[in-house]
């Protein structure tokens, strides 16, 4: 079997709605040179028949989730998913997301020409219902700026560098996205963007991220979480991390939602 260039890592529960035109947005790619695995994870709608409806595709089908937590159980999706993958590149995607039709070749292409480089961020257009508008990227004095996971491309032994070095049942509240902006940008110092819209991000009501307003109870806990394994990282590194006051306000913050 030929290996493929690409590994598309896509992990679903419940987005029935959304998952034909995402995975059509990969059928449809004029780069041909990848594969597609998909872990469901216990969905209870018609996300299987669907996905069977779609040949050459990969499907690791999970019975009962394994921890309460939907990041934890997104992370252990990707993981599985990883494992049953070939591709030197592995793009994430989000069951509810779609990607324009140059994005695969315009990923390789990126590698290609810069074969050093270990991870690659893409811009995105995000679509809530019927509208559409561009993502603006803005500069962030304490964290990068946080990139989707369907924005996301990294070379295969990078990805599995970064499964290594942090247990994922972890930080019950930090997404894969955070993780792995926090991690290639501290860790490895790599911050690659391709300033090119080639996905488009939808904004679910009922997704992991977007019930979180702006410093709500979760946004407390999961910015907390952010700075331990921002720690863990420096730990690893042997770098001081110094403990900022924007770190300190954060902590005060969580320990008093917690109780």
Not at 161 to 170: A, G, R, T
Not at 180 to 207: A, M, P, Q, S
């Amino acid at each position: 079997m030929k290996k493929k260039s690409i590994s598309i890592l896509i992990t679903n529960f419940n987005k029935s709605k959304f998952l034909e035109k995402s995975l059509r947005s990969i059928k449809n790619q004029n780069y041909e040179k990848y594969e597609i695995i998909i872990f469901d994870d216990a969905s209870t709608d018609n996300s299987i028949e669907i996905i069977k409806k779609f040949k050459n595709m990969k499907l690791i089908v999970n019975k009962k989730k394994l921890y309460t937590s939907p990041a934890l159980n997104q992370i252990y999706g990707l993981k599985k998913a990883f494992l049953k993958s070939r591709g030197k590149i592995i793009c994430l995607m989000d069951a509810d997301d779609y990607f324009k039709r140059n994005k695969l070749f315009e990923i390789n292409k990126y590698f290609e020409l810069n074969k050093k480089k270990k991870v690659l961020y893409n811009l995105p257009i995000v679509e809530t219902g019927n509208n559409f508008k561009i993502l603006k990227t803005v500069k962030n004095r304490v964290w990068p700026v946080i990139f989707p996971t369907s924005c996301i491309s990294i070379k295969r032994d990078s990805l599995k560098l970064f499964f290594k070095n942090v247990k994922s049942q972890n930080y019950r509240h930090l997404e894969i996205d955070a993780r792995i902006n926090i991690f290639f940008n501290f860790y490895l110092n790599e911050y690659n963007v391709l300033k090119k819209r080639l996905t488009v991000y939808n904004y679910d009501y009922l997704g992991i991220t977007s019930k979180t307003s702006k410093y709500s109870k979760k946004w407390w806990l999961r910015r907390s979480e952010a700075f331990d394994y921002l720690r863990i990282i420096y730990f690893k590194k042997k770098i001081l991390f110094k403990f900022n006051i924007d770190y300190l306000f954060t902590k005060l913050m969580s320990f008093f939602f917690k109780f």
